[in-house]
C-alpha cells in the first residue's frame, strides 16, 4: 500500500526541539517529487511549513525560517523536519504531502 508515514510529534516546552520524520512506504522514487511538510493549528487555515526538491534545494514558511529545517534521506527513503526553538504558535498537526498523497498528521503541542 502506498501512504506517507509521519512520525516524532509530542508535547514539548517553549524553546524546545522535534524532529519529524516521514516515510514513504510502497514509494520507490519516492524523493522523485518534491515533498513538503503542512500543518494546521485549530480553527486555521493548513499553511505549508517546508519543502525539498529532489535536488535538495529547501524552502520554508516566514514563520519557521531559521528554526526549522528540511533534509532528505534517499536511502531511508524518508523526509525529517528538524523543529528548534519551538514557540507556542507552532503547535499544530503536521502533515507530509508528496503531489497528491498525504499523510495521516502527527501532532506537535508547545506547552511549558
Known amino acids: 500500500q502506498v501512504q506517507l508515514v509521519e512520525s516524532g510529534g509530542g508535547v514539548v516546552q517553549p524553546g524546545g526541539s522535534l524532529r519529524l520524520s516521514c516515510t514513504g512506504s510502497g514509494l520507490v522514487f519516492f524523493r522523485m517529487n518534491t515533498i513538503n511538510w503542512y500543518r494546521q493549528a485549530p480553527g486555521k487555515q493548513r499553511e505549508l511549513v517546508a519543502g525539498?526538491?529532489?535536488?535538495?534545494?529547501?524552502n520554508y514558511g516566514d514563520s519557521v525560517q531559521g528554526r526549522f529545517t528540511i533534509s532528505g534521506d534517499n536511502a531511508k527513503n524518508t523526509v525529517y523536519l528538524q523543529m528548534n526553538s519551538l514557540k507556542q504558535a507552532d503547535t499544530a498537526v503536521y502533515y507530509c504531502?508528496?503531489?497528491?498523497?498525504w499523510g495521516q498528521g502527527t501532532q506537535v503541542t508547545v506547552s511549558s
Open positions: 504531502n508528496r503531489r497528491d498523497l
Open positions: 525539498i526538491t529532489p535536488a535538495d534545494h529547501t
